[in-house]
């Protein structure tokens, strides 16, 4: 996506290890930081976001973690399991821009090793 | 409802076809997307409609016409379209602007002969 870079591009760790996913971007007005994971032949499905106003989240065996100063917010998957293979992909909607522009990060294709 | 669907699962047309994609939602939002995506690609942004407005067109070619007809359904027409323009067309929807959760449609497979 033109406003937020995504890596790596594949990832691939054993079962029980952890992912981790970065993506950086530019527009710090900005305040929304979704995650997609869109499994093969599936459609995308956020499965965790976080706004502004916190440096953390979790939902069980994923979180992001956002570091304003930086300019980065990343995906952590812990305890990998092979249902976690997917390709994910980040997003950071502009509040500014006219439109309601939604593109995403170019994607993390993880896959994880039995 | 928390669905976006999407007709048909998968379409093959020729080049002098004319064909439509379908899209619905029933969840209220106001804002409907449709995305182009190529394998091991992210989904490519095409068209915004915003309150049943074109808000944004991402200079796609002109044999893509959008359409929203109300609030819940949005339309592709294809027309006179090129083998390059096989993909998956996702379809997704927003409550209102984009800093919420977006729904996206199982999406139709398109190949063009």
């Known amino acids: 996506g033109e406003n937020v870079e995504q890596h790596p591009s594949t990832l691939s760790v054993q079962e029980g290890d952890s992912a981790v996913i970065k993506c950086t971007y530019s527009?710090?007005?900005?305040?929304?930081f979704p995650w997609y994971k869109q499994e093969l032949g599936k459609r995308p499905q956020l499965i965790i976001d976080?706004?502004?106003?916190?440096g953390e989240k979790k939902d069980q065996r994923i979180a992001v973690t956002l570091n304003k100063t930086a300019k980065h917010f990343s995906l952590h998957i812990t305890e990998t399991q092979p249902e976690d293979s997917a390709v994910y992909f980040c997003a950071h909607p502009p509040i500014k821009a006219a439109g309601n522009k939604l593109t995403f990060g170019g994607g993390t294709r993880v896959l994880v090793k039995p | 409802d928390t669905e976006v669907t999407q007709t048909p699962k998968h379409l093959v047309m020729g080049m002098t076809n004319k064909k439509s994609l379908k899209c619905e939602q029933h969840?209220?939002?106001?804002?409907m997307y449709w995305y182009k995506q190529k394998a091991k690609k992210p989904p490519e942004l095409m068209f915004v409609y915003s309150y049943e407005k074109l808000s944004i067109n991402e200079s796609v070619p002109s044999r893509f016409s959008p359409e929203c007809p109300n609030s819940s359904l949005l339309n592709l027409h294809l027309h006179a379209l090129q083998p390059e323009d096989s993909a998956l067309y996702l379809c997704?929807?927003?409550?209102?602007?984009?800093?919420?959760?977006?729904?996206f449609g199982q999406g139709t497979r398109l190949t063009v002969v």
């Open positions: 997704a929807s927003t409550l209102g602007p984009p800093n919420t959760e977006a729904f």
């Open positions: 976080i706004r502004s106003n916190v």
């Open positions: 969840m209220g939002h106001r804002a």
């Open positions: 527009d710090s007005a900005s305040n929304y």
